[in-house]
């Protein structure tokens, strides 16, 4: 027995000894080509019983010998491959994942690691002096990715270097929730109440699309442009379409901006169907990558606990932490992280255990998630600071909270469809719209907000507290005077780095902000009336989701003054309005497209 245990002791060492070379010498004697599965290896072990021991029908037949089925692994469980430049010479330092996993290339440009069990792709860490490739000339989404196979161990990667280095000074423009559906949304063209039948992918191509290609046109054709989809790129009311993802992602690639999306709740709708669609088109959910002196990350921070129910604030599980903050050691921490995700971190009502209270009285409810201490830990070492990235809530809001003795704003984008295509606003009031943001180092040197088919300068809108809007208004809505000609500017981008004034008979008065649970009468009002897929709650005062955290009213002296209202933002751009501009019709206006 001992002889035996010895044997089998012995050939266990000898599978680990060679699993140990294998891995060792695989970096060394890489070859470019698709690396030969190695067959299985099958360990027989010896029988001390002799083969010519006589036979007797009295006596049974000796047993036959076992055999020890000890093997090396079928399939080769590395992941492996060479990045070169367009010259066919080595790319050391760069990043390579498959998003459990983070390693780096070696001075020739390998690389090697164990594949996770879960991972979909492997891709690498665009550099910022390197080119995004994207899948073509007229789709240009990122396309630094490739999908695991099986039985295929290499990959690798041809990166092309910028010809003037990395890009200090680019445009990034980001867009809240696309979600094109697979259904016709209310839509209106003139003063009546007749909809034209047009598919969402139309609407978001010949509307949000054809505005940015025309801000980009405004650009000097040298200035290098990205932009990132917040998520919700699609959403399957109407039916399932397995075309829909790769219709948004034609759509967003249409300009010459290089695109990046993170997914969604909608992309996935706790169905397994649905993300491999999206990563279909977009590749994997959690990735990063460098322009100029700022590391992008991108989340999948929506988690499913049952059906279609997900956490809300935005969650990550401990494989992804364990990733972010392998990631985050590898970035070079004089940069800038933007951390890009879906759902808000900083609020919401359906917390995952471990989520702490806001303990605000102006949104009750609310919660943060369980994580946002570490990943705000993880960043805490990057020189440049760091930016919370996020859309999901068809709302816009610059969040902010006093975090455990820290100062944080979350900028939640606008949806570029506002209220899934059923009107041309948002639930806030804001415009179906996207965002500018200016970049140079580290520094977001400029940023507004961009609604579709409005002037640049174009960020607010003017209401009367006491108009009534489909039997809402923001007199009832936040305790304002009826009858004093209150006035009421929904300034979309604001934070409170905002000064917003009104000035009456030439001088200034700083108007006053509103900050609490509630709703934007005018868009209640809106949606109550032509609203078709979503409920009234979702857009009133019952969605204890929605924070209006950026109307401003002022009480003027007399309610028959013309009141000029100034509205300057962190970055010194001043916008103006009058209360002549006041919005007093409750349905035919821009929340209608057309013009009088």
């Known amino acids: ?41 099958v360990w027989k072990k010896v029988s001390t019983a ?25 399939l080769d ?23 459990f996993t983070c390693t780096v290339t070696n001075t020739k440009g390998n690389y090697i690691f164990i594949r996770n069990k879960n991972a979909r792709f492997v891709w690498y860490s665009v550099p910022s002096w390197c080119e995004v490739p994207t899948h073509s000339a007229t789709d240009r989404t990122a396309f630094f990715y490739k999908p695991l196979n099986a039985r295929r161990t290499v990959y690798n990667f041809t990166l092309r270097r910028l010809p003037k280095g990395a890009e200090r000074d680019y445009r990034l423009i980001v ?74 992602r034609k759509a967003l690639g249409s300009s010459r901006a290089t695109v ?14 649905y993300r491999r669609k999206w990563e279909q088109s977009f590749g994997p959910t959690d990735y990063s990558f460098d322009r100029g002196d700022v590391h992008y990350v991108c989340l999948n921070d929506v988690h499913f606990y049952r059906g279609q129910a997900y956490w809300q604030p935005g969650e990550l599980t401990a494989d992804q932490l364990h ?16 951390l890009c995700y879906h759902i808000p971190l900083t609020f919401g009502n359906r917390p995952r255990k471990g989520a702490a209270s806001l303990n605000l009285e102006s949104e009750p409810g609310h919660f943060s998630s369980s994580v946002l201490r570490r990943v705000l830990k993880a960043v805490a070492a990057f020189k440049g600071g760091y930016e919370l990235f996020c859309g999901h809530t068809h709302f816009a809001i610059n969040h902010e909270i006093d975090y455990q003795g820290q100062h944080i704003l979350e900028h939640c984008h606008a949806a570029a469809c506002g209220n899934i295509w059923q009107s041309n606003i948002n639930i806030c009031g804001t415009p179906n719209g996207y965002y500018v943001y200016a970049l140079n180092g580290t520094r977001i040197t400029n940023s507004y907000y961009k609604g579709t088919f409005w002037p640049r300068s174009r960020q607010m809108t003017i209401f009367r507290a006491s108009t009534d809007f489909n039997g809402e208004s923001y007199a009832a809505d936040w305790e304002l005077a009826k009858d004093k000609g209150v006035l009421v500017a929904n300034v979309f981008n604001a934070d409170s780095r905002w000064r ?93 497209y057309y013009e009088r």
């Open 260 to 273: 990046f999306s993170v997914i969604g709740n909608h992309d996935q709708d706790g169905r397994d169907l």
């Open 1 to 41: 027995m001992r002889r035996r245990q010895a044997r089998l002791y012995l050939y266990a060492s000898i599978v680990v000894a060679l699993l140990g070379i294998f891995a060792i010498s695989s970096l060394a004697k890489f070859e470019r080509k698709e690396a030969v599965v190695p067959k299985a290896v």
């Open 50 to 74: 002799s083969t010519k021991a006589p036979q007797t029908p009295a006596k049974k037949a000796p047993a036959k010998p076992k055999v020890a089925h000890d093997t090396l692994p079928d």
């Open 323 to 338: 990733w972010l903050e392998q990631d985050l050691r590898f970035a070079d921490h004089n940069k800038k992280v933007i």
């Open 175 to 248: 867009f809240g929730d696309p979600q094109i559906t697979n259904a016709f949304s209310p839509y209106y063209t003139g003063p009546d109440d007749n909809p034209v039948k047009k598919s969402d992918v139309a609407r978001f191509t010949d509307e949000t699309m054809a505005d940015v290609k025309q801000t980009i046109a405004g650009w000097a054709p040298s200035m290098p442009v990205y932009a990132i989809s917040m998520g919700d790129d699609v959403q399957y009311y109407g039916g399932y379409n397995a075309s829909l993802e790769g219709q948004i």
């Open 77 to 99: 469980p590395t992941v492996r491959g060479t990045l070169t430049d367009s010259l066919g010479q080595p790319m050391p330092n760069v990043v390579v994942s498959d998003g």
């Open 500 to 592: 917003v004034v009104a000035i009456e008979d030439g001088v200034e008065h700083e108007m006053k902000r509103i900050n609490h649970q509630g709703q934007d009468a005018f868009a209640a009002g809106y949606h109550h009336r032509y609203s078709q897929s979503v409920s009234y709650q979702f857009v009133s005062k019952r969605n204890g989701y929605l924070i209006m955290n950026h109307l401003y009213y002022y009480e003027p002296r007399s309610a028959q003054s013309r009141v000029l209202i100034k509205a300057t933002d962190a970055y010194g751009n001043t916008y103006t309005a009058s209360s002549n501009d006041a919005v007093t019709e409750p349905f035919f206006n821009f929340a209608h």
